[in-house]
């Protein structure tokens, strides 16, 4: 009788085979993780952005804002505001400056924002020009 083999993949075949498999799913993977990061950049962009909108209108409509002559300590403001806790590390400044001089009817409130992602500090900016 003679011994007859069947047709079959051999060992080679099979680990090239898993090799493939295994790149695949190992850059989906990072393709997955890459995108993940990239939405909760722009999340976390997006909350910024809001809350310095938020503080810009909130500063805008203050009396004390048309006073140029004070100090720029005293027309700069520091918050830690609630609802920030999606931010870590969130802080708002706020500042009223006039950049044409105290002549001109032109008021520069710029609201900046600052928190932390990964160990490292972001910041979103906003600039709003409001006549006194």
Do not use: W
């Amino acid at each position: 009788m003679k011994f007859q083999t069947k047709p079959a993949f051999t060992a080679v075949e099979i680990m090239i085979t898993l090799f493939v498999a295994v790149m695949f799913i190992f850059s989906g993977y990072s393709l997955y993780l890459h995108v993940y990061q990239k939405i909760n950049f722009a999340k976390n962009r997006s909350i910024a952005s809001n809350i310095a909108e938020a503080h810009l209108k909130k500063r805008m409509l203050e009396s004390e804002l048309a006073d140029c002559l004070l100090p720029l300590d005293q027309r700069t403001k520091t918050e830690l505001p609630e609802g920030g806790e999606d931010l870590p590390g969130l802080t708002i400044e706020t500042v009223v400056s006039c950049p044409y001089g105290n002549t001109v009817e032109l008021l520069e409130v710029t609201s900046t924002v600052k928190y932390m992602v990964n160990g490292s500090e972001e910041l979103e900016r906003q600039t709003i020009y409001v006549e006194k």
